[in-house]
């Protein structure tokens, strides 16, 4: 409880910061705006895709990585240098790699169990939470995982689900995400 309530009053102090310095820019708004809807639209594409059809398409990942990687790095760039937002394109294109390299060398161990396409989507999933900082890229890996063990145990109790039963795992890291980006 403290820890989220301490994600919460660093988000509003990142917010009064930006709002506060000498000359906010309402175009970094706009783009944080916009990268905001992107996720939303993104996000319930490949949840319903990965869900009825346990794929997520290259064609929305991709899309889904450089429209935000655009988004998230030109509002850094835009931002005032005392906003708060500035500089933000290192932890962003870090979490990024980070995130996409951690799920990959999940994708070999699991030989193939977490598939390609969960690691494509962690590309941009990266972006989203490196751009808040390093503590929300690990909340928003260990989110994922805790609703993907969520939903499994779920599966096995109600739905009968065996060892070799397949289950989305997109799903999972797209909550998790959301999760960091609402609180």
Not at 6 to 23: N, P
Not at 56 to 71: H, S
Not at 130 to 149: E, P, T
Request: charged share 10%; aromatic share 10%.
């Amino acid at each position: 409880m403290v820890s989220r309530l301490a994600k919460v009053l660093y988000v509003i102090q990142l917010i009064t910061q930006y709002l506060l310095s000498d000359a906010p820019n309402p175009v970094v708004l706009i783009l944080l705006g916009c990268a905001l809807g992107w996720f939303i639209v993104c996000a319930a594409v490949l949840l319903n895709i990965d869900i009825r059809q346990h794929r997520l398409p290259n064609a929305w990942t991709g899309r889904f990585f450089v429209c935000a990687a655009v988004l998230l790095l030109a509002t850094t760039v835009t931002a005032a240098e005392a906003s708060g937002l500035d500089g933000r394109w290192l932890t962003t294109l870090l979490g990024s790699v980070g995130y996409t390299g951690l799920m990959f060398v999940l994708h070999v161990f699991t030989r193939g169990g977490l598939g390609m396409g969960d690691v494509k989507l962690a590309a941009g999933l990266g972006l989203y939470t490196g751009f808040i900082g390093v503590n929300a890229l690990v909340a928003g890996f260990m989110l994922a995982f805790i609703v993907g063990g969520v939903q499994a145990v779920y599966l096995v109790l109600f739905r009968g689900a065996k060892k070799t039963t397949r289950i989305a795992f997109g799903p999972a890291l797209l909550i998790g995400c959301s999760l960091v980006l609402v609180t």
